[in-house]
């Protein structure tokens, strides 16, 4: 007995990709002619892949769905009269059945979630709440990359974040709003840094949202030319889905301050007044580089009396505000930079211990003053301290 399509068996095949209308004048119906594109691009990927669809869980998530369609359509006779006479793989007839975990089990919700759709959406087996082709396409684009073909152009940008948030001039914080998807921001979703390289003219959903298009360049050297709607779920489904800062979040020093700014220390810059023999005999050069968010003259009161200070007296030198920005980070990021001319002395402590003190540098001032503003305007990743010549010196010079 020949198997009819039900209402169940119609919203299924739509979910699937493919979409049902009503009878058309001569030849044949909507319905078969969805049927039969819903086959071809079963037939493109096994050209393209050189396997069948396969179920199971390692594949990407419109493979599972490619080899869900094709056994919805071995099961109806209506789909193997249409599609036998297409078949030169010989898709139909079931002789390379499936021997992997199926996803039969898994349900229409399931399946959705995977695919990017919202979770509350209504029961599939509503013809009238099947989604359209637009939010197919849409789903479809989160999971399909193509190979950036300037991606040289981009790979520098990764490689400078990525230094960038190893010396905490930037940070990772969880994706909150849509508003964050911009041209020039980076993210991270699925393991992989993104970057919005692109993004056109605003449109309005049929729901009365926004949109774009965005092109989104990988780290990994592929692209996509996503909707950012579909970047923004993707980013809230994935668990580690992070947005990257800006190098610069406001205003780092004194100056221009907005009243929504966070105070968050002070860079001071102190010389010794050491009668040790090096620090003497280098006292233009020898300076101590700290973050405080203490009052730095409080902090430095006696100083002759600790180690961190050659147990001696210090002049200060010069002090920069700090606004938005993580004081250790910054610190680190400060040490890293003169690390090659950090003061290798030891002092005696009251107790007659020996002690090596940290945070001095044999450096000038003004190279010091120098690197300040650098990390200000977000370019000091870009530089390194040659002691030879005495200054910052561009990566790519030395």
């Not at 849409?138 to 300037?150: L, P, Q, T």
């Not at 001039?169 to 992989?192: D, H, Y």
């Not at 668990?239 to 700014?261: K, M, Q, S, Y």
């Amino acid at each position: 007995m020949v198997k009819t399509f039900t209402e169940e068996d119609d919203a299924l095949l739509a979910e699937l990709g493919v979409d049902l209308e009503t009878k058309r004048s001569g030849g044949r119906t909507a319905r078969e002619e969805r049927i039969i594109a819903g086959f071809e691009e079963v037939q493109r990927f096994v050209d393209e892949k050189g396997h069948l669809p396969r179920h199971s869980d390692d594949g990407n998530i419109f493979e599972r769905l490619y080899a869900v369609r094709l056994d919805r359509m071995r099961e109806q006779a209506e789909c193997r009269m249409l599609c036998l006479p297409l078949d030169r793989q010989g898709l139909m007839d079931g002789s390379t059945a499936q021997t992997t975990v199926t996803d039969d089990e898994m349900d229409d919700d399931a399946l959705l979630a995977e695919l990017g759709i919202e979770a509350n959406a209504p029961e599939i087996t509503e013809l009238k709440h099947v989604r359209s082709s637009t939010e197919r396409k849409a789903a479809d684009e989160v999971a399909h990359r193509d190979a950036c073909a300037d991606f040289d152009r981009f790979k520098p940008l990764f490689e400078q974040v990525q230094h960038e948030l190893d010396t905490g001039l930037r940070e990772t914080r969880p994706f909150e709003l849509k508003a964050e998807i911009e041209k020039g921001r980076f993210f991270i979703v699925g393991g992989q840094k993104a970057y919005v390289a692109e993004k056109g003219e605003q449109t309005l959903t049929d729901q009365g949202r926004t949109d774009a298009r965005l092109r989104v360049i990988f780290d990994n050297g592929t692209e996509s030319n996503m909707l950012m709607r579909s970047l923004q779920r993707a980013l809230n489904k994935d668990e580690a889905g992070r947005r990257i800062t800006d190098p610069a979040a406001g205003p780092l020093f004194t100056g221009e301050v907005e009243d929504n700014d966070q105070a968050s220390g002070t860079i001071y810059i102190l010389r010794s007044q050491s009668d040790h023999p090096m620090v003497a005999a280098n006292r233009g050069l020898v300076h101590k580089i700290g973050v405080t968010s203490n009052d730095v003259k409080q902090r430095i009161k006696g100083a002759r009396l600790q180690t961190t200070y050659l147990m001696a007296d210090v002049e200060l030198v010069a002090t920069y505000k700090l606004y938005n920005i993580s004081r250790s980070k910054l610190e680190a990021l400060i040490h890293r930079i003169f690390g090659s001319v950090r003061l290798d002395i030891q002092i005696q402590d009251r107790f007659g211990r020996a002690v090596v003190p940290d945070e001095w540098f044999m450096v000038p001032f003004f190279v010091i003053d120098e690197a300040v503003e650098k990390i200000k305007d977000g370019t000091i990743t870009n530089y390194i301290y040659d002691p030879k010549s005495a200054r910052l010196v561009e990566r790519e010079a030395q």
